[in-house]
Nanobody, 123 residues
Framework: QVQLVESGGGSVQTGGSLRLSCVVS????????MGWFRQAPGSEREFVAA????????NYASSVKGRFTIARDNAKNTVDLQMIGLKPEDTAVYSC????????????????WGQGTQVTVSS
């Protein structure tokens, strides 16, 4: 019933930027902490960023601090991930997720997941 749909993925060159968006339907969006995760081929899924229900608290993986920004709009039921200074190592499938608890980094704590969107960064 709760659905998350990502958009905004694509292919860019090193140093480029992308903005990913995720729209949530079928639930009370403002009650969810939201997170972004990514998984590259041959790698484990890793935490990227998370934001609390109100947007007052954010968490970032050390690999993306200073380059990525997570934000939410509770009036639109959306959460975005603004990515700048992209590197080839950022290439992965990016998924958004909803957590009925807190803005944590553990993927196991998230209740709902989107299908993911591909981000490719070429050298």
């Amino acid at each position: 019933q709760v659905q998350l749909v990502e958009s905004g993925g694509g292919s860019v060159q090193t140093g480029g930027s992308l903005r990913l968006s995720c729209v949530v339907s079928g639930g009370t969006f403002s009650s969810y902490a939201m997170g972004w995760f990514r998984q590259a081929p041959g790698s484990e899924r890793e935490f990227v960023a998370a934001i609390s229900q109100s947007g007052r608290l954010t968490n970032y993986a050390s690999s993306v601090k200073g380059r990525f920004t997570i934000a939410r709009d509770n009036a639109k039921n959306t959460v975005d991930l603004q990515m700048i200074g992209l590197k080839p190592e950022d290439t992965a499938v990016y998924s958004c997720a909803a957590n009925r608890g807190f803005a944590v980094s553990q993927s196991s704590q998230y209740d709902y997941w989107g299908q993911g969107t591909q981000v490719t960064v070429s050298s």
